[in-house]
Every structure is written in C-alpha cells, then in structure tokens.
T-cell receptor, first 114, second 110 residues
C-alpha cells in the first residue's frame, strides 16, 4: 500500500462550525505533514509530526489544531475558520524527516468556508 | 523560507520537448525534486536528484542540476497532452525543510 488517503474530498463549512480533516497512510512512515495550498500557488507547510510528536508549527493560527492519534493517522481539527482559509489541504508522509526520503502526498481536501 | 522561483507558464506542441526551469537560493540543499500536480489532485513525485549529481535520466524525463548557478531543470521528451499540469520543483534544505517553487503551468497543444 503506497497511498496517502484523505477524507473528506470536499468540505463546506460555516465560520461557526467545527469539523475535522483526516489523513491516513499504511506505509510505516513516521513523518506526516499538513500543507495548505491556494489556487495556482505552491503548497505552504503548516505542521510536521515526527514519530507522533509535533515537531514544526509554522505559525499557524490556533483555529487549526493538528492531532496525531497514532503513527498511521493525522487529523486537522478546524474551528471558527475564516473565508480566507478556503483552500486545498494536503497531507503528506515520508519515511522520516532525517533522510532524503521524498514526501508522498494525498489527493487533498478542498475546503470552502462560507 | 527559501526563495525557489519558476516561470509561471509554458506552452508546447505535442511531440516537442518541454523544459521547465527552477532557481533556488539555498546552497545547503541536499535533494531537489520535481512534482506534478493535475487539476484538483495532490502532488505526484516525478523524480529527484541528489545535490552532488549533475544529471539524472528517467525514461522521458531528464533532470539537470547546475549547483554553481543554483539552477535546476526538467526536460520532458515527446511531450503528450497528458503531461499538461502544474510542475513544482522543491528543495530539501537546512533542517530537512521542504521548500516548493512557485509552480509552472505546462499546456500541451495537440
């Protein structure tokens, strides 16, 4: 299994809603990542988990809350988002952070905040 | 973050070669990558090159690295309509951080 899966594929939410994005991989990777991507722009790193511990938080607002319940799962909890948070949210994983290993990306969740 | 620049658009005829260019600023880059993103999809790794290599060939893809000029290119031979996508270069730099380029939108004209 060489896939990173993300659910849901699309999400529409209001500014007062609470929702979660989910990411799963079964490749035995120990590093997992959340990226935000606006249309026609490169992905911007949000969070990095290494061995289930948060190792990088790129100054992301607290309305985004990551969680890594185990080595295969990564969640992104959303609360009180703003319309400018609408974007494609990409999850990625790699064997670990310390070697060359490339990042494998999921298909993304397209989020629209009304 | 580091500056990784690409030209925004490239248009080629089917069957021709495409060359997508990328410049970066961090001389401590260890690995450089090319990713392809089709509309509405995630990023697909195409190929990568270690910073002590000058060239890597993988079927229709040729990667050239000029470390002195911090210039990376991706050549796609015999470009097909299915190659139309956005191409991102990325570098793995100090602290094992990934930095993506600005992306090049490739359009293949039948």
């Amino acid at each position: 299994d060489t896939e990173v899966t993300q659910t849901p594929k699309h999400l529409v939410m209001g500014m007062t809603n609470k929702k979660s994005l989910k990411c799963e991989q079964h490749m035995g990777h120990r590093a997992m990542y959340w990226y935000k991507q606006k249309a026609k722009k490169p992905p911007e790193l949000m969070f990095v988990y290494s061995y289930e511990k948060l190792s990088i938080n790129e100054s992301v607002p607290s309305r985004f809350s990551p969680e890594c319940p185990n080595s295969s799962l990564l969640n992104l909890h959303l609360h009180a988002l703003q319309p400018e948070d609408s974007a494609l949210y990409l999850c990625a994983s790699s064997l670990d952070r310390e070697t060359y290993n490339e990042q494998f990306f999921g298909p993304g969740t397209r989020l629209t905040v009304l | 973050g580091e500056d990784v620049e690409q030209s925004l658009f490239l248009s080629v005829r089917e069957g021709d070669s495409s060359v997508i260019n990328c410049t970066y600023t961090d001389s401590s880059s260890t690995y450089l990558y090319w990713y392809k993103q089709e509309p509405g999809a995630g990023l697909q790794l195409l190929t990568y090159i270690f910073s002590n290599m000058d060239m890597k060939q993988d079927q229709r893809l040729t990667v050239l690295l000029n470390k002195k000029d911090k210039h990376l290119s991706l050549r796609i031979a015999d470009t097909q309509t299915g190659d139309s996508a956005i191409y991102f270069c990325a570098e793995k730099a100090w602290g094992n951080q990934f930095y993506f380029g600005t992306g090049t939108s490739l359009t293949v004209i039948p």
